[in-house]
């Protein structure tokens, strides 16, 4: 399955499938003392593309810089330290558990991130090539079929860590320029 960003930067975009259906979207509020991303699932309209028939909240993370984030997702809020906590050299690992009692890695490299299952890759982040020395294409997450019963964890997660990952990398208020507009109903 490959889930297109639109645009890349994962706390303001827009996240559909193949067909161009809209599944999930973000957006970030920024208030003086705190960062709050509201992560919506959407139910596609399956005759007009682009369309979404309804949207539900399916988490908000709450980003702190001295503290741990919180995550609040599935009626819970967890956080973030112990909920997807930090293994490895510089923190460049990122471990949760699944809904079916495995543990789930997120590597975190200078370009992109890859989930592993027991040493296999089960999903992987392509950034958005603009195409100079090889085709372009939009960013998206291309996720394989071990994961996909639980799109939703891997879709979370994978913004969580994506935001870690680029936060040394961008100006600040980056997300702030590219906020996509809500799908439309």
């Known amino acids: 399955m490959k889930l297109t960003f639109k645009p ?12 161009g259906h809209v599944l999930y979207s973000t957006s970030t509020a920024f208030t ?19 369309k979404v028939e309804s949207s539900e909240i399916l988490a908000k993370i709450e980003w702190h810089t001295f503290a741990s984030s919180v995550i609040k997702y599935d009626g ?3 956080l973030a330290s112990q909920f997807i906590p930090n293994k490895g050299i510089l923190g460049r ?17 200078p370009r992109n991130c890859i989930l592993m299952l027991d040493g296999k890759e089960v999903a992987r982040h392509h950034p958005l090539e603009i195409g100079f020395n090889k085709p372009g294409h939009e960013a998206y997450l291309e996720v394989f079929s071990p994961v996909e019963h639980m799109l939703d964890l891997v879709v ?12 040394t990398q961008e100006a600040p208020g980056t997300d702030r320029m590219h906020a996509p507009t809500e799908p439309a109903n």
């Open 8 to 19: 890349p930067h994962v706390r303001n975009t827009v996240i559909t499938n193949e067909q």
């Open 76 to 78: 819970m809020d967890l």
């Open 156 to 167: 979370l997660t994978f913004i969580y860590v994506e935001k870690l990952r680029r936060g």
């Open 93 to 109: 690992r990122r471990v949760f558990r699944g809904p079916d009692g495995l543990s789930y890695k997120w590597k975190l490299g």
């Open 32 to 50: 003086f003392d705190t960062r709050v991303t509201v992560v919506k699932k959407h139910v596609p309209n399956e005759f007009n593309i682009g």
